[in-house]
């Protein structure tokens, strides 16, 4: 399966302002608190209803405690798209590394992909909101996304589990699957059975759309 991730340090000090990263647990606590109320305050009302005052209050810290980590509504939002994408990847990755094979693999990062979606619902939001907040951080949302899925593809075809030819296009066909997925069966649909999509979806990939005799 793929290479075992390898942690680069806490996830919501990788995801701050580089010059102001929190020294002690107490400051990466502060900090994750910010973050998690940006979560909530970007995915209820959006980034340009949102405020640092409101986040403050939302994380129970001290607006002075916001300029500790962050500069700008911007900077914190940048921020959160990462973080967010970091949580996704650190939720994801482990289970899809202990799949026996490479379709498995598929099928579980899917349902696993889902299963998240459901618990963070604001995910979607924010990250449509990137488009036109910040494209930057948007696209690297995406491309590095796509990037693990490839990657796994590779890998499963070194192994001679799938086919041989599989590279970029494929894994943006399984991206742009799963996140429009993730939108019907796990932001709009909290009752559909996501294991039985998850399986439906991964029988598409490993068998296609070609009638079964």
Same mark, same amino acid.
């Given at each position: 399966m793929d290479q075992p991730h390898v942690a680069t340090g806490d996830t919501a000090a990788e995801a701050g302002n580089p010059d102001k990263t929190p020294r002690t647990e107490r400051g990466r606590r502060t900090l994750r608190k910010l973050l998690d109320a940006a979560a909530i305050e970007f995915?209820?009302?959006?980034?340009?209803?949102?405020? /640092? +005052?409101a986040i403050t209050r939302r994380a129970?810290?001290? @607006? #002075?405690?916001?300029?500790?980590?962050?500069?700008?509504?911007d900077e914190i939002f940048q921020a959160l798209v990462r973080y967010m994408s970091e949580q996704?990847?650190?939720?994801?990755?482990?289970?899809?590394?202990?799949?026996?094979?490479? /379709? +498995?693999?598929?099928?579980?990062g899917l349902e696993?992909? @889902? #299963?998240?979606?459901?618990e963070h619902k604001e995910i979607y939001r924010i990250i449509d909101e990137a488009e036109f907040v910040d494209y930057a951080s948007y696209r690297r949302h995406y491309e590095t996304t796509v990037a693990r899925v490839r990657q796994r593809l590779e890998d499963g075809a070194a192994r001679g589990e799938i086919r041989a030819d599989v590279?970029?296009?494929?894994a943006w066909a399984i991206g742009g699957m799963n996140?429009?997925?993730?939108?019907?069966?796990?932001?709009?649909?909290?009752?559909?059975d996501i294991a039985e999509i998850a399986r439906i979806a991964n029988d598409l990939l490993a068998n296609g759309l070609k009638k079964q005799d």
């Open positions: 995915g209820e009302r959006g980034f340009h209803d949102a405020s /640092i +005052s129970g810290t001290a @607006l #002075g405690s916001f300029y500790t980590y962050f500069d700008s509504k996704l990847r650190d939720h994801v990755t482990p289970l899809v590394q202990a799949a026996p094979d490479e /379709i +498995s693999a598929e099928r579980i696993s992909f @889902l #299963g998240f979606v459901r590279g970029e296009v494929h996140v429009f997925l993730g939108m019907r069966y796990g932001l709009w649909d909290a009752d559909a």
